[in-house]
C-alpha cells in the first residue's frame, strides 16, 4: 500500500509540472506577443503622430521596411560632421575617413545594428571596410548569417562601385590633358592666365612685379579598368584595389593587375631621404608626381611592399621585388618589412627578405625606426 500511495503522489506531482510548464509557456508567448505589439511599426507610428511627427505617405509599414529603400539609405549615408571639421564641396565624404562610429551607422541602415558592437570591438573603420572579406565575417566578427553576411559584403561592393564611379567622374571633369601646360601667373593681385597678362611685366624701377610658373598635370589621361575607373600606366586596374590583393595573398590577380608593368631592380637613385620621421622614405619629384607608382606609399607610408610583409605574403612580396619595389622602404613610423616580419615571427619571410644573395630580398637590417630600434628589437619600446 505504501508503493502504491508513492506511485500515485510521483504521478501527481509529474503532472502538475506538466501543466504548470504549459502554463508558463502560454504565458511568455502572451507577454512575447504585448512586447511585439508594443515595439512594433505600428506603435512607432503612433508615437510619431502623437509628436507631431507626420509618416510620409509611401512609407512601408513593414518593420524592415523596402529592401529598395535599405539599400538607397546605405548607398547615400553620409557620417556626421565631427566638431570643427568642414563638410566637402559636393557634401560626401569618403568611405575611407570613415571612423568606427561611422560605420556602425552604416550597418544601422543596413538593418543590421545588432553588429556594430563586433564591429566596434574589431575597430573597423571606413579605411579596413573595403578589406573584410566572408571568413573575416564569419570567424573573426562571428556573422553566422549566411544572408546578413550576403548582405554585407554586397553592400560593400555596391558602395565601392558607386565611390569610384563618383571619383571618375570629378576626375574626368578636372583633370588636364597629358600634353597641356597650364601657365599661371602670379602677381600681388591674384592669380591671372598668361593669355591675359606677359609673362614677364617689370615695375618702374626694374623690379620684377610677376613671374611666370608651368604647372604640370599630376593626373595623366590613362587608361581605364574594367569596371570603368581610371587606371594607372602599366596597370590593368585601378591603384586603390592593389593593397587588398596584397592584404589577403591574391598573387594572380596581382600579376594579372601589373602584367604590363615592366620588370626592373628597384634603384637607390630613386631615394631622395631615407627616412624622415611622420613622412618615411621620400623619393624623387617625378615619381611623387605620377598617379601611381610601385612604392607609392598610403596615408600611413605603407608601400605594397610593406602592406605585404605585414601580412606574412612571401610570394607577394617577392613578385613586388621583380616590379621594383624598395625593399628597404621605411613607413611614417620608419618600420621596415624586416620589423614587421621580425615582430611577427614570419620566419620564411624575413629569411628571404634577410638573404643578401642575388634571389634574396637582400634588405638592410640596420635601419631605426622613429624609437631607435633595428628589426631585431621589436616595432617599439613596448613591444
Known amino acids: ?72 539609405d546605405a548607398l547615400d549615408f553620409k557620417p556626421k560632421h565631427k566638431p570643427g571639421q568642414m563638410p566637402s564641396e ?26 556594430r558592437a563586433a564591429f566596434s570591438d574589431a575597430a573597423i573603420d571606413g579605411a579596413f571596410l573595403y578589406d573584410l572579406n566572408d571568413d573575416d565575417l564569419r570567424n573573426a566578427l562571428g556573422i553566422e548569417h549566411n544572408l546578413h553576411r550576403k548582405k554585407i559584403l554586397n553592400s560593400i561592393t555596391r558602395l565601392r562601385r558607386l565611390e569610384e564611379a563618383r571619383d571618375a567622374e570629378a576626375l574626368s571633369n578636372s583633370s588636364l590633358s597629358q600634353n597641356s ?19 614677364a611685366a617689370g615695375s618702374a624701377n626694374g623690379s620684377v612685379g610677376q613671374r ?28 586603390d584595389k592593389l593593397p587588398s590583393m596584397v592584404r589577403h ?16 631592380e628597384f634603384d637607390q637613385n630613386d631615394v631622395v631621404s631615407q627616412f624622415i620621421e ?21 596615408e600611413h607610408g605603407n608601400t605594397l611592399f610593406l602592406l605585404a610583409a605585414q601580412n606574412g605574403r612571401l610570394k607577394c612580396a617577392q613578385f613586388l621585388a621583380t616590379k621594383g619595389a624598395n625593399p628597404d622602404h621605411q613607413n611614417n613610423q620608419g618600420q621596415t618589412a624586416l620589423h ?16 643578401a644573395s642575388e634571389n634574396g630580398g637582400r634588405c638592410r637590417d640596420d635601419l631605426l625606426n622613429m624609437y631607435g630600434l633595428s628589426c631585431y628589437d621589436g616595432l617599439s619600446p613596448e613591444g
Open 1 to 72: 500500500q505504501s508503493t502504491e500511495s508513492l506511485m500515485k503522489f510521483g504521478f501527481m506531482s509529474m503532472s502538475l509540472t506538466y501543466f504548470s510548464s504549459l502554463n508558463m509557456i502560454k504565458a511568455m508567448r502572451k507577454v512575447g506577443a504585448l512586447n511585439t505589439i508594443l515595439n512594433g511599426p505600428a506603435a512607432h507610428e503612433s508615437s510619431a503622430h502623437a509628436d507631431g511627427n507626420l509618416v510620409p505617405s509611401g512609407t512601408t509599414s513593414s518593420g524592415q521596411g523596402s529592401s529598395g529603400q535599405i539599400l538607397a
Open 90 to 115: 559636393n557634401g560626401r565624404i569618403s568611405v575611407a575617413a570613415w571612423t568606427v562610429e561611422d560605420v556602425g551607422d552604416w550597418l544601422e541602415t543596413l538593418k543590421l545594428g545588432q553588429y
Open 181 to 199: 601646360i597650364m601657365s599661371i601667373q602670379v602677381s600681388r593681385g591674384g592669380l591671372e592666365s598668361s593669355s591675359n597678362r606677359s609673362p
Open 212 to 239: 611666370s610658373i608651368a604647372v604640370l598635370p599630376t593626373v595623366p589621361d590613362g587608361p581605364e579598368d574594367a569596371e570603368g575607373g581610371p587606371s594607372a600606366e602599366g596597370l590593368t586596374v585601378h591603384p
Open 249 to 264: 595573398g591574391k598573387l594572380k590577380e596581382l600579376k594579372a593587375a601589373m602584367a604590363n608593368l615592366p620588370d626592373r
Open 278 to 298: 611622420g613622412f618615411g622614405s621620400q623619393y624623387r619629384d617625378e615619381l611623387n608626381r605620377q598617379l601611381w607608382h610601385i612604392n607609392k606609399a598610403d
Open 340 to 355: 614587421y616580419s621580425m615582430s611577427y615571427s614570419f620566419f620564411d619571410l624575413g629569411a628571404w627578405l634577410a638573404d
